[in-house]
């Protein structure tokens, strides 16, 4: 069967979004399965989101919300959704994140929840619900099994539809590249967790997978092995860890403001705690180390022609 054939089969669409916003699984009512939303998007991007969803709903709206984990670019749409259905006098969608963040969702401690972190914006909500390892989720025409996913994120869950063997895996797998290790950033581990969740994935055996960003794909098989050597290669040398997450959060935000006067970026990577604590890891520790670190991380972006410069004073995305 068809990858198409099997989503129709499951009752879901795919809408596929970008770097900034994660794609959204939407699945219509059917039977005990509420109209729901597997991921949300960035909150730049969240009036698209509700958009997208709506027009995929028949126009509309879903009556649940499910997290696979609370990074900003996951859930920054679950603000909107929840203020649109109550705007029209419906009840606001029930949203569900996992267990291990419920608490800090319930009372938006964003020290917990990543944002004061990485500095990154995300849209207070409010959550109704938890799902944790061992539930079972009524979805589309299926019965999901809730699996723990930790390495990106520690509390981070994917979805398997023992049936089709069809995985929502959240930024556990993508098909060519690795999600950042976030714990390791932290000097926290994170790899060997990793590793262990590309190793429940390999048992699942998926025959389907819809990753958190990029398109559908069926060869889980390749894309285990590539992220099984690039995790290598990362815990070998974390360094080179660290250096490709300063690239990729660097660039992440930029895709937040599109654009700002280059001092206003450095000063994002100035005063950002994770960015501090990178710059500590790979021995930038003290203000004037990790400005000129800074310095150097904002050049190299540009002379790869990552980002753009104009005439020196403001730093953008490539057109
Ligand atoms: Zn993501
Ligand atoms: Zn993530």
């Not at 019965?143 to 509390?155: F, K, L, S, Y």
């Not at 001092?263 to 000129?292: K, N, V, W």
């Amino acid at each position: 069967m068809s990858a198409s054939a099997v989503l129709a089969d499951l009752g879901l669409q795919v809408l596929e979004r970008d770097w900034l916003s994660a794609n959204h699984i939407v699945a219509p009512a059917c039977g005990p399965a509420p109209a729901t939303v597997v991921d949300t998007g960035h909150v730049r991007h969240a009036d698209m989101s509700l958009a997208l969803i709506r027009h995929a709903l028949g126009g509309g709206l879903p009556a649940r919300l499910v997290n696979t984990h609370l990074h900003s670019d996951h859930c920054g749409g679950n603000a909107v959704l929840q203020q649109a259905a109550q705007a029209e006098g419906q009840p606001a969608p029930q949203t569900w994140v996992p267990a291990g963040h419920h608490a800090a969702a319930t009372t938006w401690d964003e020290a917990r929840l990543s944002y004061r972190a990485t500095g990154q914006a995300c849209a207070r909500f409010t959550v109704q619900g938890a799902l944790a390892a061992g539930d079972v989720l009524p979805l589309g025409t299926a019965r999901w099994q809730v699996w723990a996913a930790p390495g990106h994120d520690p509390d981070a869950l994917m979805l398997f539809e023992p049936q089709t063997r069809t995985l929502i895996a959240g930024d556990a797998l993508w098909q060519d590249r690795l999600a950042i290790i976030f714990p390791e950033l932290e000097d926290r581990p994170g790899f060997a967790a990793t590793r262990a969740t590309l190793d429940l994935i390999a048992t699942l055996s998926p025959r389907l997978v819809i990753p958190g960003h990029g398109p559908v794909f069926e060869d889980a098989g390749a894309a285990l092995a590539a992220s099984r050597a690039r995790l290598d290669a990362f815990s070998r040398d974390p360094a080179r860890h660290t250096q490709h997450a300063a690239r990729a959060l660097a660039m992440y935000h930029l895709m937040e403001v599109r654009a700002e006067p280059r001092a206003e970026l450095l000063a994002y990577l100035d005063r950002t705690p994770l960015f501090i604590a990178m710059a500590a890891q790979l021995g930038h520790a003290g203000s004037a180390a990790r400005q000129a670190w800074a310095r150097g991380l904002v050049q190299a972006l540009g002379d790869q022609g990552l980002l753009r410069t104009d005439g020196g004073d403001w730093v953008r995305l490539p057109d």
